[in-house]
């Protein structure tokens, strides 16, 4: 009787058959890589959401449209794109970068940034008028004015940052064509991260192994989710 | 005190109004009446020096508020507060939303250290802030949120926060149209209290019962300008526009 898929990975999470850190440094990857590109990504994205959505110009319309298209990349795409950047032809090939971790931050920057910056938008432009007003009528400078909306829209661009945490941390493509999914000669993960390694375990018939990476990715993720809903209520005072 | 002359303001071809003249003392309550989307909001925005008149000055004891550049044009901004319509609190408990006035004032290592104290101890509410709650009657409701206040207690907190910075003029855009009787009421009582410490209240309402109530002077605004400004009792007793005379008689009448 061929043995389930799910009880041979409950019995791996209790053997571990990975050699000692591999998994550790598969999600430190992961992690490193992810929780960088989003802070990027998000440092980058709420003041341009910021000054788009406080500003009208001409070709506003335009600025957005390209944005919404951005949430849709093809993540191998991205990848490809990156991948000719740094790769040694490229116009960054001086840098090196290419199987780095810092290529995979470029890519992932790229990819969370549309999502991250149009979220933010639709909240920060969700957010009533009539409050922004009131903090100018009140002896605001725009700059208050700003920080009042950002506080008022912040369950929107919590939403924003998982929304691009999410697309990085799950994201294959692009990762493994700019990062190669690498490890070093001791096994230890250099550039291969949850999604590459479950791929790449997948592909070599270890459904087991693939789940119980799968397990931690999710679980990960749900951590992350719970933190970032945590942070959003800060700040309020019930 | 603060007083627009001459002041002309349009909306692309739409002209809201034109060379109008409206002035405030400390001390005194001047009543705004005038049929809903007649621009009273606009010629409130215009005296809040948030809107820029096409034509015509806004001046603060002397001072055009349009030819001084911006950090001054603030400094006179908040020597006035306004209440809106609606009553557009923040997302925060009601003491939060009352010190605005005052935190925004602050510099910012001042208000950087006052966040941070904030989290270790949370410290008492300010003087200025129950004094300001004590006038609309709610100091009791400092520590709530602002959501599980009613409408009419929504307004009286927004009225609170434009008063808790001590402001030499008050603005009021239709402060109580959404409000019952009992809240309406605290409010009104709020512009006598505001009056009394020689605020400079100007009240937007389309009630003429309130202006009667409440103002010294009234401004009938109608046909995209002041008709007649003067003293509450002459003006509805013996208006001397027959403009004015038309739209008080058709309100009473109704």
Redesign the interface.
């Known amino acids: 009787m061929p043995i389930d898929p799910a009880v041979q990975s409950l019995q791996l999470l209790v053997d571990l058959p990975f050699r000692e850190g591999y998994v550790r440094s598969i999600v430190s990857v992961s992690l490193y890589v992810s929780l960088i590109a989003v802070a990027l990504s998000t440092l980058f994205s709420i003041p341009v959401a910021v000054v788009l959505g406080f500003n009208d110009f001409p070709g506003k319309g335009l600025v957005k449209a390209v944005i919404n298209t951005g949430m849709g990349f093809p993540s191998v795409v991205v990848g490809l794109v990156v991948l000719f950047a740094v790769s040694n032809q490229g116009p960054l090939g001086s840098l090196n970068l290419l199987f780095t971790k810092q290529a995979m931050i470029l890519s992932q920057f790229v990819l969370a940034t549309p999502p991250i910056t149009a979220i933010s938008l639709a909240a920060i432009t969700g957010v009533d008028e009539d409050v922004r007003d009131a903090a100018r009528a009140l002896g605001g400078t725009r700059l208050d004015a700003a920080l009042v909306v950002l506080k008022e829209a912040r369950y929107g661009i919590a939403t924003a940052v998982l929304a691009g945490f999410g697309r990085a941390i799950s994201e294959v493509g692009s990762v493994l064509i700019v990062g190669g999914n690498i490890t070093g000669a001791d096994g230890i993960s250099k550039t291969r991260t949850l999604t590459t390694a479950i791929q790449l375990e997948a592909r070599q018939g270890q459904y087991g192994t693939a789940m119980v990476l799968g397990g931690v990715l999710l679980a990960l993720v749900l951590l992350i989710n719970a933190i970032v809903v945590r942070f959003g209520d800060w700040g309020v005072q019930r | 005190m603060l007083r627009a002359t001459a002041v002309s303001r349009s909306y692309g071809e739409t002209v809201v109004f034109e060379n109008l003249s409206i002035d405030v003392e400390p001390g005194e309550v001047v009543a705004v009446i005038g049929p809903s989307g007649i621009g009273k909001t606009t010629l409130l925005r215009t005296l809040?020096l948030?809107l820029e008149p096409d034509e015509g000055t806004v001046s603060f004891d002397g001072t055009d508020a349009w030819e001084v550049d911006d950090p001054d044009r603030?400094a006179l901004?908040?020597r006035?507060?306004?209440v809106?319509q609606?009553a557009?609190?923040?997302?925060?408990?009601v003491a939060?939303n009352v010190e605005?006035?005052l935190r925004?004032?602050r510099s910012w290592p001042e208000r950087i250290r006052a966040e941070l104290r904030s989290l270790v101890a949370?410290s008492g509410t300010a003087d200025a802030v129950r004094d300001a709650l004590d006038i609309v009657g709610l100091d009791d409701k400092r520590a709530q949120?602002v959501e599980s206040l009613s409408a009419g207690e929504a307004q009286r907190v927004?009225f609170a926060?434009?008063v808790a910075?001590d402001p030499d003029v008050l603005l009021l855009d239709e402060p109580t149209s959404d409000l019952d009787p009992r809240n309406t009421a605290v409010i009104e009582d709020a512009i006598a209290e505001a009056r009394d410490r020689r605020i400079g209240v100007v009240v937007a309402t389309h009630d003429m019962y309130q202006a009667e109530r409440v103002a010294d002077r009234v401004a009938v605004l109608l046909d995209g300008g002041v008709t007649e400004v003067g003293p509450t009792e002459r003006v509805f007793d013996d208006p001397r526009d027959p403009r004015t005379r038309r739209f008080i008689d058709g309100e009473l009448v109704y």
């Open positions: 809040a948030s603030l901004r908040r006035i507060g306004m809106f609606a557009s609190l923040f997302d925060a408990p939060r605005y006035g925004v004032r949370p949120h927004s926060r434009a910075y």
